[in-house]
């Protein structure tokens, strides 16, 4: 495959249902009768954008690909950065949770002393097959849809998931239901794509459409934005919330290339209101737009957007924000901290001074 991959262009840092499970049977205490519980939470109309079952066979062929290693350059590199993040978490899980594990991209760097047991999930059976487990680690795989996790309240201390949360249709429930699953004090680890992923392939497609058809339908499915993954996490009750937003930028031959990597990843559409195809002279005007708008003579550029996070379900052990108005210094006087700090010293000192005379 010709290409080139470009390192992080970018580094910015934000504020911001059908349920298929197998599991052997010494796992069935840790599963509850999700119906009922989530009928109580899901109070909310839910917009279904995404075809689920859809999105479970493009998995599903992926991995008829005699070659399906070449197309997961993107989710081994952003496997490999969550792990680095989970390696800063110090302290020992003893159970840890992959939601959406794919081929196993964070699970198989896990070490022994980060976790003693671990469930592997994902929505799609012959791509868990495929996973690669950790050989340091216990590891049970189950098939688990993102959407309905099959667990009971405060079983896990830790839930990761790398890269697959952006096709989940109800991503409050299924933050709910992270909260839910995790322990007092547990952390919720993750990144997903985010809205300028592949943002030149959206705008070349629009464009050719609008030429050649009058009109244009989505043929990028929606992602969310930093923002917006910030308020969700802190409505689902996470605390102590922090995000931040890697960009790759990757050099193909072509958009044709570009396009046959994402379905090799298993990215391609999967929302309910995508075309089942593309007129041949549409697609031609679209890679003829994509290298006039974007490329040169290497090829053309494409965005994936990685969006962050980590949130902490609360519990009183955690550090407090201290009390409004326990500040030594006001925002307005940062300018003469340094003079400000040197009379607080001095004042200490001469206090220390006093007490001593007073004493003797």
Same mark, same amino acid.
């Given at each position: 495959?010709?290409?080139?991959?470009?390192?992080?262009?970018?580094?910015?840092?934000?504020?911001?249902?059908?349920?298929?499970?197998?599991?052997?049977?010494?796992?069935?205490?840790?599963?509850?009768?999700?119906?009922?519980?989530?009928?109580?939470?899901?109070?909310?109309?839910?917009?279904?954008?995404?075809?689920?079952?859809?999105?479970?066979?493009?998995?599903?062929?992926?991995?008829?690909?005699?070659?399906?290693?070449?197309?997961?350059?993107?989710?081994?590199?952003?496997?490999?950065?969550?792990?680095?993040?989970?390696?800063?978490?110090?302290?020992?899980?003893?159970?840890?949770? #992959? &939601?959406?594990?794919?081929?196993?991209? *964070?699970? +198989?760097? $896990?070490?022994? !002393?980060?976790?003693?047991?671990?469930? %592997?999930?994902?929505?799609?059976?012959?791509?868990?097959?495929?996973?690669?487990?950790?050989?340091?680690?216990?590891?049970?795989?189950?098939?688990?849809?993102?959407?309905?996790?099959?667990?009971?309240?405060?079983?896990?201390?830790?839930?990761?998931?790398?890269?697959?949360?952006?096709?989940?249709? #109800? &991503?409050?429930?299924?933050?709910?239901? *992270?909260? +839910?699953? $995790?322990?007092? !004090?547990?952390?919720?680890?993750?990144? %997903?794509?985010?809205?300028?992923?592949?943002?030149?392939?959206?705008?070349?497609?629009?464009?050719?459409?609008?030429?050649?058809?009058?009109?244009?339908?989505?043929?990028?499915?929606?992602?969310?934005?930093?923002?917006?993954?910030?308020?969700?996490?802190?409505?689902?009750?996470?605390?102590?919330?922090? &995000?931040?937003?890697?960009?790759?930028?990757?050099?193909?031959?072509?958009?044709?290339?570009?396009?046959?990597?994402?379905?090799?990843?298993?990215?391609?559409?999967?929302?309910?209101?995508?075309?089942?195809?593309?007129?041949?002279?549409?697609?031609?005007?679209?890679?003829?737009?994509?290298?006039?708008?974007?490329?040169?003579?290497?090829?053309?550029?494409?965005?994936?957007?990685?969006?962050?996070?980590?949130?902490?379900?609360?519990?009183?052990?955690?550090?407090?924000?201290?009390?409004?108005?326990?500040?030594?210094?006001?925002?307005?006087?940062?300018?003469?901290?340094?003079?400000?700090?040197?009379?607080?010293?001095?004042?200490?000192?001469?206090?220390?001074?006093?007490?001593?005379?007073?004493?003797?």
């Amino acid at each position: 495959m010709n290409m080139a991959c470009a390192p992080v262009l970018r580094r910015s840092w934000s504020i911001y249902a059908s349920l298929r499970c197998k599991v052997p049977s010494t796992l069935r205490s840790h599963l509850v009768n999700t119906s009922r519980s989530l009928s109580v939470e899901r109070q909310e109309n839910i917009m279904t954008v995404f075809d689920r079952k859809a999105k479970r066979i493009q998995k599903d062929r992926t991995t008829l690909l005699p070659d399906y290693e070449v197309y997961d350059y993107m989710k081994e590199e952003v496997g490999y950065r969550l792990f680095d993040r989970m390696c800063d978490v110090k302290r020992k899980f003893k159970l840890a949770i #992959d &939601l959406g594990c794919g081929r196993g991209y *964070v699970s +198989r760097h $896990l070490l022994a !002393d980060m976790a003693e047991k671990l469930y %592997m999930c994902d929505s799609s059976e012959k791509l868990l097959a495929q996973a690669q487990v950790s050989p340091e680690v216990p590891t049970t795989k189950m098939v688990v849809d993102e959407e309905a996790l099959p667990f009971e309240p405060d079983l896990a201390d830790i839930v990761f998931s790398s890269l697959s949360l952006h096709w989940v249709n #109800d &991503l409050p429930g299924c933050f709910k239901q *992270v909260h +839910r699953t $995790l322990k007092n !004090d547990g952390v919720f680890l993750g990144c %997903m794509y985010g809205g300028d992923t592949v943002f030149e392939l959206r705008v070349a497609l629009q464009l050719a459409e609008t030429e050649r058809e009058g009109g244009f339908s989505p043929h990028i499915s929606p992602f969310t934005s930093a923002q917006d993954l910030g308020n969700l996490l802190n409505r689902a009750g996470f605390t102590m919330l922090t &995000l931040d937003t890697d960009e790759f930028t990757i050099k193909y031959p072509s958009m044709f290339e570009l396009m046959m990597d994402l379905k090799g990843m298993g990215e391609n559409n999967c929302s309910w209101s995508r075309r089942p195809s593309l007129h041949r002279d549409t697609m031609k005007a679209a890679a003829a737009i994509y290298q006039d708008m974007y490329g040169d003579e290497e090829g053309v550029p494409a965005t994936f957007q990685v969006l962050n996070f980590i949130g902490w379900k609360p519990d009183p052990s955690q550090p407090k924000a201290a009390e409004r108005g326990s500040q030594d210094f006001s925002f307005k006087d940062l300018d003469r901290l340094s003079e400000l700090t040197k009379d607080i010293e001095k004042f200490k000192v001469d206090a220390n001074v006093t007490d001593n005379d007073d004493k003797s």
